[in-house]
């Protein structure tokens, strides 16, 4: 079947190759009957190729990316090659496993496909595509962390010896696996019956029992919003931020983001222009960024509170009722979202229910380092100035030990220096950045920069984090992805 005709055949046709490659797979994990001239071995092969391959870069290769990331709109495939050509010569493949490592969790991880023509990893991209067979196997849902055992039935090598897989997805449910140049490589893991001479096992014999084969094949239906893993990927969490959202560049930043998977997508705020009304979500925010909207976690800006109790940011987010701050935590940190629009929410101040909730927050935390978001800047050197009605939160933060505050309102990046909310720099302070470059108009800087604002860039882009284990990594990157600030540091 070929995949050349327009975006929808070809979406049709990335599912079937899908498909066809989970059967392959599970056909060479499965046990067969060893018969009487020989005795069955498991050999464990290494992939010889992957890449993801994405619509929204067609002409581009990701063959050297450390994730095969599988998602239905825009779609994102994953494509797998094994090579099984010592295996010909002297046994028979009774059954075959396929194992990945999954990275980033999902309800609905993907189908497996067969693939029919040939691919090289550092030439495919989206134009190129190969061609696949129908799927073959239906994932259900994939935890990060873990590692997931597909069988595959009717696995034959292709005339050059290899054994060639996609990944892909039908809906709304971006699903990564780790490639073969992470720690936890794709493995497929051949039962074999040797007819005279011992296999070769390029990279161990692992037991594929370890990790049950998925039994349930649920059709990808809506766009479900799960709680991110407390389970840091390999190499830890990373997420990327942005705020005031969808002006002229609303498309540009959320193909940057997508771009550079992340697995948290934070949002502090103004989504859509100009009153945050469903209608306004729907025709702005989210033809652009729907797409990752079961990764996205936001808080309301100035502009959602346009409509009376936030209601569309509640309504397309599934906030139905409650207060419109939360926290969460995932990849060892805690993440708190405030709502920084202190008239709307009954105040920032002592006594106040946000506030109060803030504090008791605070104290129950259990995980080691701690990103706050909301919208009003605390410190800005932008025309609206610092957001002085955050500084009590700023304060019981800092005392707390929260290491990040991400923001936005004034539309440009700025990245300060660790202080207190008196504006004293201090190592144990709060580092804030200032993201609000998603896509509205841009603002220009004050004459004179605050003392421990470090950067300040006024163009559109993204903030990167990677959060490890103690200590964190950033980078922002402006709209051709080129890195613009970066730096690393530990938590408090």
């Known amino acids: 079947m070929a995949m050349r005709a327009n975006p929808a055949v070809r979406r049709a046709a990335v599912a079937a190759v899908i498909t066809l490659f989970v059967i392959a797979a599970a056909a060479i994990s499965a046990s067969g009957d060893p018969g009487s001239n020989g005795h069955s071995q498991l050999v464990a092969l290494g992939p010889s190729g992957d890449a ?22 825009p779609q994102k495939v994953g494509l797998l090659t094994f090579d099984v050509s010592s295996l010909e010569q002297n046994v028979a493949i009774n059954s075959t496993t396929l194992r990945l490592f999954v990275v980033d969790p999902s309800p609905s991880g993907g189908f497996v496909s067969i693939v029919t023509s040939a691919w090289t990893e550092g030439s495919v991209t989206w134009l190129n595509l190969p061609t696949a067979d129908p799927a073959i196997v239906e994932l259900g849902d994939v935890e990060a962390g873990t590692w997931i055992d597909i069988p595959l ?18 809906g709304r449910n971006t699903a990564a696996y780790a490639s073969r140049e992470t720690a936890t490589p794709p493995e497929l893991v051949v039962d074999v019956k040797v007819n005279g001479r011992p296999v070769p096992s390029p990279t161990g014999t692992p037991s594929p029992t370890q990790t049950p084969s998925p039994t349930e094949t649920p059709s990808p239906t809506g766009t479900p919003s799960p ?3 407390t389970t840091p990927p390999p190499g830890g969490l990373r997420i990327a931020a942005a705020a005031d959202l969808c002006g002229p560049d609303c498309d540009q930043v959320a193909s940057l983001v997508h771009a550079n998977d992340p697995q948290l997508v934070i949002m502090p705020g103004d989504l859509a222009y100009p009153d945050g009304s469903l ?17 996205e976690r936001s808080v309301p800006g100035n502009h959602e509170w346009h409509t009376a109790n936030a209601q569309g940011w509640r309504d397309y987010f599934g906030v139905s009722s409650g207060p419109t701050y939360r926290s969460f935590d995932a990849g060892g940190w805690h993440f708190i979202g405030i709502d920084s629009n202190c008239t709307e929410v009954g105040g920032c101040d002592p006594g106040s229910a946000m506030y109060d909730w803030l504090v008791d927050d605070l104290a129950s935390m259990t995980e080691g380092c701690t990103i706050a978001f909301y919208h009003h800047s605390t410190f800005s050197d932008g025309p609206h100035g610092d957001a002085t009605k955050t500084l009590p939160l700023w304060r019981v933060m800092d005392d707390a030990g929260v290491d990040i505050v991400l923001s936005g309102h004034d539309h440009a990046y700025q990245r300060f220096a660790p202080q207190t909310a008196d504006a004293v720099a201090d190592p144990h302070g709060i580092r804030e950045f200032v993201v609000g470059t998603g896509g509205a108009g841009l603002y220009a800087f004050d004459s004179t920069p605050q003392p421990n604002r470090v950067v300040g860039i006024s163009e559109h882009g993204a903030l990167f984090l990677d959060l490890g284990g103690g200590s964190y990594s950033w980078q922002w990157k402006d709209m051709s992805g080129t890195v613009r600030d970066s730096g690393q540091a530990d938590c408090v």
């Open 153 to 170: 039935e009717g696995l034959t090598p292709n005339d050059d010896g290899t054994i060639s897989l996609m990944l892909w997805s039908a």
């Open 52 to 73: 993801t391959v994405r619509e929204l870069y067609p002409d581009q290769n990701f063959g050297s990316g450390e994730r095969l990331v599988v998602d239905g709109l």
């Open 227 to 229: 709680s991110p893993t």
């Open 279 to 295: 209608q306004n979500y729907m025709t702005s925010f989210d033809p652009a960024w729907g797409s990752m909207r079961s990764i």
